[in-house]
T-cell receptor, first 118, second 113 residues
């Protein structure tokens, strides 16, 4: 399967613990995006990378959240000191070119990581 | 922050009927894209329409875009039970607003056999 893969698919953690999610994009895609989605809502933008450079971060990405894409390939999203409000589906997507701006490209999404903080 | 408003929030139809979903947005866009999401799964791209296009077709899908009204519609013709899913519009923004997609709240479509 050469699509976007996310690991783990589900994560249950206790409040206050740290969690890390991994995303492997489609191999030739240089752009990688993280979104968060809560039940009944649309995906909310968190951050995106062009290769290894993190180009934009949403205000939703508090100091407890950090994302990396060290070699311009896979990416990790870490949440420190998790809170119950962090419970959500975390979606990763990748694209060959920009989805906006000068590009007109579709994004390919992974299946998501569902986080439950208890 | 959410860019789009979708209407209706939920739609229930019989198999064979057409389904129309509408999306309005706030800022200038480069393109507008529609995605589908089955329950608890990732999003699947359906169709992309550029800001200089007014209508686009793909199979049973027809998308229109009215940039003067900042709105788009997605029509699914001859719906099937397998079309049951949530549908989201997403806007690809212009140069100074970042290279990301901003999603609407979605329309939950239920097609009854």
């Amino acid at each position: 399967d050469t699509g976007v893969s996310q690991d783990p698919r589900h994560k249950i953690t206790k409040r206050g613990q740290n969690v890390t999610f991994r995303c492997d994009p489609i191999s030739e895609h240089n752009r990688l995006y993280w979104y968060r989605q809560t039940l009944g809502q649309g995906p909310e933008f968190l951050t995106y990378f062009q290769n290894e450079a993190q180009l934009e971060k949403s205000r939703l990405l508090s100091d407890r959240f950090s994302a990396e894409r060290p070699k311009g390939s896979f990416s990790t999203l870490e949440i420190q000191r998790t809170e119950q409000g962090d419970s959500a589906m975390y979606l990763c997507a990748s694209s060959l070119d920009s989805v906006g701006m000068s590009g007109n490209t579709e994004a390919f999404f992974g299946q998501g990581t569902r986080l439950t903080v208890v | 922050s959410q860019q789009g408003e979708e209407d209706p929030q939920a739609l229930s139809i019989q198999e064979g009927e057409n389904a129309t979903m509408n999306c309005s947005y706030k800022t200038s866009i480069n393109n507008l894209q529609w995605y589908r999401q089955n329950s608890g799964r990732g999003l699947v791209h359906l169709i992309l329409i550029r800001s200089n296009e007014r209508e686009k077709h793909s199979g049973r899908l027809r998308v229109t875009l009215d940039t003067s009204k900042k709105s788009s519609s997605l029509l699914i013709t001859a719906s099937r039970a397998a079309d049951t899913a949530s549908y989201f519009c997403a806007t690809g923004l212009i140069y100074n607003q970042g290279g990301k997609l901003i999603f609407g709240q979605g329309t939950e479509l239920s097609v009854k056999p």
